[in-house]
């Protein structure tokens, strides 16, 4: 098959976003905050994958949690159908359907999920009910505002229109487990609980709902917490706990009493008799109903907050409690210190909310709205869901961390690997507070007095430094990193802050890593594919000249010119030193005496990151490191070898991440021979994080058709029925690597900023003539505009700031 599968039709066209019908059962849209931990929203409307907890929980289930509508138009029988659509084939399980599942309850016919980050849209169908049911839900994210953007929340909502003819009483109840101490699952989706668990109603001028707690968790148990689902509707009922009864006491008496007349006794008629009845269960449910009369045709919404708070988290990357030396056991969530308990926090979402969700529809209405192609939008947005992922969480002190994914029940991969974290850019561009968070913690705590960065950190939790060598690309791509967090916020004082560690590890090449002094690092260089590289190579030493040239820059500007004279000097010089030594005629390769003297080695193989550090200059607005036209041939080289349009026929014995009739582009090729006995580590393998690097790259040279393949090819392989569109996986779920998407908006847009300058640079490679995109710095965001003026053949341009402020700003198209 053609390299160029898809025709420039299906490539520029603006089209929709994607829509995954209830079939399409991997699609599941996160909700929750920046470090708070998540519940996703299915392709069905049902909530799954509860992530609560400080630990990754792929598959977890909560009891008897749904929510459900009961409709009775005038003089009619009543009808009531949990508010999901039908479950989905195989059935098979050696007991059926467990109660909690309450699989046996009458479901919609049919739904529709629509998801643009950060709102998901559920539509249902069904002809029994006389009305229209569609569900909403989200929790806010403003970009510059992580606290109003970590909130442990989530907005649910269902609109019902009446399309009979006659009013109608309509009831939507909203059923939680109280999983405070959650410790696991039992047989039968039974919930494993610390400690006895209390529900209790509660009601102030702003809210009423249930409050859920655990009284005898003391407030330093690594389980303790609190959550709540609650309204700001008057028209309320609650039942408060469930009958604890044996068998399926519990969902026979609730379900009966909703049906009944749509609203809910707050304590079950059994309850005199509980004593006898009563199974000693910890598990305990709620529920809150609203209840409203629709007249015909009358729409009406009816509105839920999810909240929790679970402010404890180990003080280590292991997962569990260390014994406690000083107070070392435990650590304490960011967000603690924004929200006493679940029921503060979603009383906050609900007072605040006419603002929170101004701002989040005024970034979804700049990043929607662009003329950029729905599956691009697409590849950009679903990955901002990783910085509010499981895969990431923020400390007491406002410290940023993450694992580089996350298993199903565990961190996968810890320390803010620094070569991982490199590709990414979405955070920085997001939330540069965050980001610089973690450079402070590199260079000020992870470096030490000889310019050794650990590449994961440890000392951050106050245990020993990560005894084992440093990583070349992860430590000198800091660097770069450090001159994009400047250079987005203009903070001087940042810059100086940790101003000597950063020379202290970019000096540290100078000698570890470069043996003869020529600039061009060539001893053992550990890197992101877990293993050494020997000899030189263009995957380090293309970051060694970007890290080199950022320094040179950063050093000029505080007026460090003997360092500014060095690493300039040692830039060009070793720039054309490799590229005199690996120019390989089409592409950069590894020079080495004897490639098999060392296993995981690529040696004349084309390798898709032999760039990775022109990818980062051109994405943080540093030009070219490396000859131009040696950078064309090279990145349009990775193209033409690495990209498959099908792989019935590959061999891969590695992890496998494409397959069958999939499209995607491999880690490294030897299309003229030369492939080691042993290669090195991943080469057979296909990451999207790799993927999205390469195809920013080719779009920054001028290649935008290939460039937009490679995008349109990820996404196409996470589709909703083969994998999760919001969830890209590496060494793990939400993998930081696939935050590379942002580069494909900054590349697309020719978007630049240097705020030391108040100075912002667009030059659009797509739809030029009549361009509009999401913009944003350390400083503000908003939508650029860009058209052709008709008469006179000159650019009109608009920078509309929708959050922030710019101050005597230069916007150059």
């Not at 969902?251 to 309850?271: A, K, N, P, Q, T």
């Not at 529809?361 to 990783?386: C, E, Q």
């Not at 950022?550 to 010089?573: F, N, P, V």
């Not at 036209?629 to 099908?646: G, M």
Request: with cysteine; aromatic share 12%; glycine share 8%.
């Amino acid at each position: 098959m053609s390299h160029y599968p898809y025709t420039d039709e299906e490539l520029f066209e603006l089209k929709p976003q994607r829509t995954y019908p209830g079939e399409a059962a991997e699609a599941k849209f996160l909700l929750g905050g920046i470090g708070t931990g998540n519940v996703s929203v299915g392709s069905r409307g049902q909530l799954c994958d509860w992530e609560l907890f400080n630990r990754q929980g792929k598959g977890n289930h909560l009891p008897y949690t749904f929510f459900a509508i009961r409709t009775q138009p005038e003089g009619e029988d009543a009808s009531a159908k949990v508010l999901e659509s039908k479950l989905l084939a195989p059935f098979e399980s050696s007991h059926g359907y467990s109660s909690g599942t309450v699989a046996g309850l009458p479901r919609m016919e049919a739904s529709e999920l629509s998801g643009e980050y950060p709102f998901v849209n559920v539509g249902f169908e069904d002809k029994e009910l006389p009305v229209a049911v569609s569900m909403e839900a989200f929790t806010p994210f403003i970009p510059l505002n992580a606290d109003d953007s970590g909130i442990p929340a989530a907005v649910i909502r269902y609109k019902v229109v009446n399309r009979s003819a006659k009013p109608s009483d309509v009831s939507v109840v909203g059923s939680l487990a109280n999983a405070v101490g959650y410790e696991g699952q039992e047989l039968f989706f039974n919930l494993q609980l610390a400690e006895q668990v209390r529900n209790e109603y509660r009601e102030d001028e702003s809210a009423r709902g249930l409050n859920y707690t655990s009284p005898k968790l003391p407030a330093d148990h690594l389980l303790h917490g609190t959550m709540a689902i609650m309204t700001a509707d008057t028209q309320v009922t609650v039942k408060e706990e469930w009958l604890d009864g044996f068998w399926w006491d519990c969902i026979h008496d609730f379900w009966d009493d909703f049906v009944e007349d749509g609203m809910l006794e707050r304590r079950s008629e059994f309850g005199a008799s509980a004593g006898k009845l009563s199974v000693g269960s910890k598990q305990r449910i709620g529920s809150v109903c609203i209840r409203h009369r629709l007249q015909p045709g009358e729409e009406k919404v009816f509105e839920f907050v999810l909240a929790w708070h679970f402010p404890n988290r180990p003080r280590s990357w292991e997962g569990h409690i260390i014994p406690d030396e000083g107070g070392r056991g435990i650590e304490k969530n960011y967000y603690s210190n924004l929200f006493e308990d679940a029921w503060h926090a979603g009383k906050y979402l609900l007072t605040e909310l006419p603002r929170l969700e101004k701002l989040s529809r005024d970034f979804h209405r700049a990043m929607f709205g662009s003329t950029l192609p729905a599956y691009v939008i697409d590849a950009i947005t679903a990955n901002i869901t990783v910085i509010r992922s499981t895969t990431c969480f923020r400390i007491r002190n406002g410290t940023f961390l993450g694992w580089e994914g996350g298993f199903d029940h565990r961190g996968s991969c810890e320390g803010t690997c620094t070569h991982v974290w490199n590709y990414a850019q979405t955070l920085a561009f997001l939330f540069p507070e965050l980001e610089r968070t973690m450079r402070v913690n590199e260079f000020l705590l992870e470096t030490d007095d000889s310019g050794s960065m650990a590449f994961r950190t440890n000392q951050v939790f106050g245990g020993e430094k990560w005894d084992m060598v440093p990583a070349t690309d992860g430590q000198l791509g800091t660097i770069v990193r450090l001159y994009r967090e400047w250079t987005l916020s203009g903070d001087d004082d940042f810059l100086r802050k940790v101003w000597n560690k950063a020379c202290l590890a970019l000096d540290f090449a100078f000698t570890y890593w470069d043996s003869d002094g020529d600039f061009v690092l060539d001893s053992e260089q550990h890197n992101t594919y877990d293993i050494e590289f020997y000899g030189p190579n263009a995957l380090s030493n293309s970051m060694f000249y970007a890290a080199l040239k950022a320094g040179a820059e950063m050093a000029r500007y505080l007026g460090d010119e003997e360092r500014a004279r060095k690493y300039q000097h040692a830039w060009e010089q070793g720039s054309a030193r490799m590229d005199e030594m690996l120019w390989g005629g089409e592409y950069y390769v590894q020079r080495i005496d004897d490639l098999n003297a060392h296993r995981y080695q690529a040696g004349i193989g084309c390798l898709a990151d032999q760039l990775i550090g022109q990818y980062m200059a051109h994405a943080v607005g540093l030009g070219y490191v490396l000859p131009e036209e040696h950078v064309k041939q090279a990145v349009l080289s990775i193209f033409k070898y690495n990209f498959r349009t099908d792989f019935t026929n590959h061999h891969n014995v590695q992890r496998t991440y494409a397959l069958n009739d999939e499209k995607g582009l491999l880690l490294c090729t030897w299309p003229h021979g030369g492939r080691p006995k042993l290669p090195f580590v991943y080469s057979d393998e296909v990451w999207a994080g790799i993927e999205y690097q390469v195809a920013s790259h080719l779009i920054h040279e001028g290649y935008v058709r290939e460039g937009l393949t490679i995008v349109k090819a990820v996404r196409e392989r996470y589709d909703g029925y083969r994998r999760n569109p919001w969830n890209e996986v590496e060494c793990g779920n939400h993998y930081v690597r696939s935050m590379a998407s942002w580069a494909v908006l900054t590349a697309l847009s020719g978007f630049a900023c240097n705020m030391a300058e108040n100075k912002l640079t667009f030059a659009p490679k797509i739809h030029a003539d009549n361009f509009s995109c999401f913009w944003s710095t350390g400083k503000a965001w908003g939508i650029y505009r860009q058209s052709r003026n008709e008469e006179n053949g000159e650019w009109d341009t608009d920078v509309e700031v929708l959050y922030g402020e710019l101050d005597d700003i230069r916007a150059e198209p």
